[in-house]
């Protein structure tokens, strides 16, 4: 029995030797590295802060204080920490671990926090309200992996300064290698000195004293608080977070538990606001990782733990993108493309390689990102903004009031949009086409093959007095879908028998849409499968065909609410058509982490699926006929 099957909860590590805490460190990693071979995940950063979460949990007594981490994929060692070192078998799959903090797995976990930058407000409103409350309980903020670049964790900071009662202890993961550890006994008695309750009252009192005697008190005061302050500054870059307010200590070695120990217990006395900064390394304890020059196994796909080599992939659909933008690169030098901390995940690191110049990594910061595109338009260039569907969420108003209000020519590509599956409900990309839905002049594409990314992208940066979408699904995408005929700027990809359902198709649902089709036909259905390539605005050429079917049918990976199939509706009511409409999409509803085929088939969007309800509907249409009532009733399906 290891030592790591001995803890239960974070009160037993409290009792443990110097020598079984590195053995428990030791098996921490292993355990880490054995569950991401098997199921992928986010390995590098978890491999970096072993020593500063045993710290935590050896400082603070959790849950009664409450940690919070940012980004949430930091949070696996504090996971088995909290007892739930056994279930990392299940990591990632469905019924098992989440692979971020969840408030149904256990009490130690607060907020989900995938999506990064946002830790330090909780934590901020959470200790502000023990200190309200009266109750004497600590926060810690562990903030890190980039998500310092995010202007929300800068908001956050500027009021966290200001709030003198509340017990907030904020651990910088800084895995980055941007400043150089200070180390030696004068650093550290500094550290010490700062974080000492009685450091400010001594201060006080020597800045009276010394302000006090005629003529050379003041003189004396600013003469003394230069030197200490100078002498700080070159010891330790505090110099930024002193200036906002705040005390600092650090750096520390993160991966020195003991010195991590020593730097958390004296800002836990300070009882107000303290930077602790740690430096870490990702990948930290595992070669393969460290090594690994990309991003030292950040978030790997399966692989072979002697090796570090992941498992062969084919070729997915952000590879279609990475190659196209390059050959776009090629053919028109005002394009320029833009990501916010997703270069490689996003495949835009082929672009950067050849155009460097052109290339910007604006951090962990969509909203700065889409507004420096409106920026970079307005002065005559044409941005690519790549990043992942979910994200996309966070700069809505950018998009609205600072792109579209401008009629900028942006292009925005979203990645993994749809279900994406394991990793959980925050990283589903379901969202962006019900919000988009209402920006004035956007127009959105949904390709449904490699042929069509590469055509909608070319033709989407051709725009340049409106905002362009182009997204695509996580995963690799089908074999091409040939056009059967053309109907306004839609493909027909199927048109057999009589016209009894026409069906809309977004995107990757065109190849679940074929298969209805085959199905419908089986049956004796006349069926029409139409991919509007460009989902909004609407193409009127599916309005008329909606008036000449029997049923129309919509088919989309994004919510039901507000998405495609209810626009349109919404424009078919408006034309007057009154055919009976069924629409297919994914409930309003936060998607527990599963693979995305499953949650597909529980969410009701496959072929057999969607067949099965077309034939009962066009079975009852048979039964009752098409008079006014029934087509009204049909139309709320």
Same mark, same amino acid.
């Given at each position: ?235 330790? $870059?505090? *110099?930024?977070?002193? +200036? ?51 991003? &030292?196994?950040?978030?790997? &796909? ?77 002065? *005559?260039?044409? $941005? ?37 599956? +394991? ?108 991919? $509007? ?51 297919? *999409? ?52």
């Amino acid at each position: 029995m290891g030592v790591l099957d001995s803890i239960a909860g974070p009160r037993d590590l409290r009792g443990l030797t110097d020598d079984q805490l590195t053995t428990l460190a030791a098996e921490i990693r292993d355990q880490l590295v054995q569950a991401v071979s098997r199921v992928g995940g986010h390995l590098g950063p978890n491999l970096g802060v072993v020593e500063l979460t045993l710290a935590i949990h050896r400082v603070f007594d959790s849950p009664r204080d409450r940690v919070v981490f940012d980004t949430g994929h930091q949070a696996y060692v504090h996971k088995m920490l909290t007892g739930r070192a056994a279930d990392f078998v299940s990591l990632r799959k469905e019924g098992g671990l989440s692979g971020y903090p969840s408030q149904a797995e256990s009490p130690h976990d607060i907020v989900e926090n995938s999506h990064a930058s946002t830790a330090l407000s909780y934590a901020d409103g959470i200790a502000k309200a023990y200190a309200i409350r009266g109750e004497d309980r600590h926060t810690v903020a562990v903030i890190g992996d980039g998500a310092l670049t995010g202007g929300m964790a800068w908001e956050a900071l500027n009021n966290i300064a200001i709030a003198r009662d509340s017990k907030l202890v904020v651990v910088v993961n800084d895995n980055g290698r941007s400043y150089t550890p200070t180390i030696g006994g004068l650093a550290t008695a500094l550290t010490s000195l700062r974080t000492n309750p009685r450091y400010e009252q001594v201060l006080d009192m020597v800045k009276k004293r010394l302000n006090a005697v005629p003529g050379v008190g003041p003189a004396a005061y600013d003469a003394l608080h230069a030197m200490k302050k100078g002498l700080k500054d070159a010891l330790a $870059p505090q *110099g930024l977070f002193e +200036d906002l307010g705040l005390k600092y200590v650090g750096p520390v070695d993160g991966h020195d538990r003991d010195a991590m120990e020593h730097a958390l217990a004296h800002a836990k006395k300070f009882g107000g606001p303290v930077i602790v900064h740690a430096i870490t390394r990702k990948g930290f304890g595992y070669d393969a990782a460290e090594q690994h020059e990309a991003d &030292q196994f950040h978030s790997p &796909q399966p692989f072979d733990i002697e090796t570090g080599e992941e498992k062969v992939r084919g070729r997915i659909w952000t590879d279609v993108f990475a190659d196209e933008m390059v050959h776009l690169g090629a053919r028109r030098k005002d394009v320029v493309a833009i990501t916010a901390a997703m270069m490689h995940p996003v495949g835009l690191d082929q672009f950067q390689a050849r155009y460097p110049e052109r290339t910007f990594d604006v951090g962990i910061a969509e909203q700065h990102a889409a507004t420096s595109a409106a920026g970079l338009a307005i002065g *005559g260039l044409h $941005p690519v903004v790549a990043i992942y569907a979910t994200f996309l969420n966070r700069a809505f108003d950018q998009v609205l009031m600072d792109v579209a209000l401008h009629q900028c020519g942006v292009t925005f590509v979203l990645d993994r949009a749809g279900v994406t599956g +394991d990793d959980g409900a925050s990283h589903n990309g379901m969202w962006d086409m019900s919000i988009l839905q209402v920006v004035p002049g956007l127009r959105l594409a949904a390709p449904r093959d490699a042929t069509r990314l590469r055509e909608l992208l070319n033709e989407a940066v051709d725009v340049d007095d409106a905002p362009t979408v182009v997204r695509f699904s996580k995963g690799p995408p089908p074999a091409d879908m040939p056009t059967h005929a053309k109907a306004g700027n839609a493909d027909v990809l199927v048109r057999s028998g009589a016209k009894d359902v026409l069906v809309v198709a977004v995107g990757s649902m065109c190849e679940v849409a074929v298969e209805v089709a085959e199905r419908l036909g089986a049956q004796g259905i006349g069926v029409t499968v139409v991919d $509007p390539r460009w989902v909004k605005p609407v193409d009127p050429a599916i309005v008329e065909l909606a008036r000449e079917h029997r049923l129309v049918v919509s088919v989309e990976d994004g919510g039901r609410i507000g998405g495609c199939g209810a626009v349109l509706l919404q424009t078919l009511n408006d034309a007057g058509v009154t055919t009976p409409f069924r629409l297919h *999409g994914i409930p309003q509803e936060f998607l527990h982490h599963a693979k995305r085929a499953a949650i597909l088939e529980k969410i009701g969007l496959t072929p057999q699926a969607i067949a099965r309800g077309i034939v009962e509907d066009i079975t009852a249409l048979d039964t009752v006929g098409t008079d006014e009532s029934v087509v009204d009733v049909d139309h709320q399906l």
